[in-house]
């Protein structure tokens, strides 16, 4: 069975349900964006928000795209960094209690942090602190990280330092790896473009964008879109939320519908899709299949908070895919 290396920002998710909208006037966080925020104003919005639940657990988005990978029975291993206090524990024990093999890089800056606060109509806001995360770096990357593994996935937020990217994708390449990459954020897309047609023409063989960022990138609404992507890599994927997604290789285009979901939280929404997909992929199945192994998983795990399936429901899912794929 293949296995699977990611890469990507090590994040502990704090998942606040708010019962009023006007703490996110009062901390000045757009509803429905993601803002970084240094540790000070980090530390506010945990404190303004102290009398509410909360839930804690690892987040990241390739994080999030591994574990679902894990908990489906593929191998795999994770490139981060973190900081050796309580919440870079919470991070390293959630991976290794997912079967992932921890490949992580220390630092005293402290480990990231995602608050996400989630609205009575399930819009999430961000205030992530990326903490040492943001200092995994190029020189963090030797080939031996590489040894065992023949799928790599990158999270579309490190496209924001090339020079870490390139180099991991590099060292992909030379150790004959199938790279997977999603865009991640469509302003990261804007910020990046030039750099980001470089990787995907010399290095990525899959690679995932919604549509606002496959617009971002090629000017043109998704079936266009879609087209113009897979110019650069051999599959090219396209998710259209509630209309599904869309792929396309070997010059045909696929759609993909969506399963029937009680949505409560769309974090990890995408996250999962990948999981879903590059699951599919590992194990040759078609790539009708593969998108709608996506769709499952992104169906699930928006009928909970935060972005990671709840245990219970892995099971049952574990038979549904593995059914998929007979």
């Known amino acids: 069975m293949k296995k699977i290396l990611g890469i990507g920002n090590a994040l502990v998710d704090i998942m606040i349900r ?15 964006s993601m803002q970084l925020v240094d540790r000070e104003r980090s530390s506010k919005v945990l404190s303004t928000t102290n009398h509410l639940t909360r839930e804690i657990k690892s987040g990241g988005s390739a994080a999030n795209t591994i574990t679902g990978l894990a908990e489906l029975g593929l191998s795999t291993s994770f490139i981060a ?13 959630d991976l290794i209690r997912s079967n992932i093999e921890p490949k992580l890089k220390y630092s005293k800056t402290g480990t990231g942090t995602a608050v996400t606060l989630i609205s009575k109509d399930s819009e999430r806001t961000f205030a992530t602190h990326l903490g040492a ?14 040894e065992g593994s023949e799928l790599f996935y990158i ?117 999962l899709y990948a999981a879903g997909f590059i699951y599919g992929f590992a194990h040759q199945a078609s790539m009708e299949t593969c998108g709608k192994l996506g769709s499952l998983l992104s169906g699930k795990v928006i009928e909970n908070v935060g972005a990671k399936i709840n245990s219970a429901h892995w099971p049952e899912l574990v038979k549904i895919v593995h059914s998929n794929l007979i």
């Open 155 to 271: 999270e579309g937020y490190l496209v924001q330092n090339h020079e870490l990217l390139e180099k991991a994708v590099s060292l992909a390449k030379k150790n004959n790896h199938i790279i997977f990459l999603d865009l991640a954020s469509y302003n990261v897309v804007e910020e990046n473009i030039d750099f980001l047609k470089h990787i995907l023409e010399n290095y990525v063989d899959v690679v995932f964008a919604n549509e606002e960022e496959a617009k971002a990138i090629t000017g043109k609404e998704p079936q266009a879109a879609i087209v113009d992507l897979a110019k650069y890599c051999e599959i090219a994927i396209v998710k259209i939320g509630s209309k599904g997604s869309l792929i396309f290789t070997n010059n045909q285009l696929i759609e993909v519908g969506i399963i029937k979901a009680n949505s409560i939280d769309t974090t990890g929404a995408g996250d």
């Open 18 to 32: 708010i019962d009023d909208d006007q703490i996110l006037t009062d901390l000045e966080l757009p509803k429905g």
């Open 81 to 93: 960094k973190i900081t050796e206090d309580q919440m870079g524990e919470v991070f390293k024990n």
């Open 133 to 146: 995360s943001i200092e995994l770096s190029a020189n963090d990357l030797t080939d031996d990280l590489f």
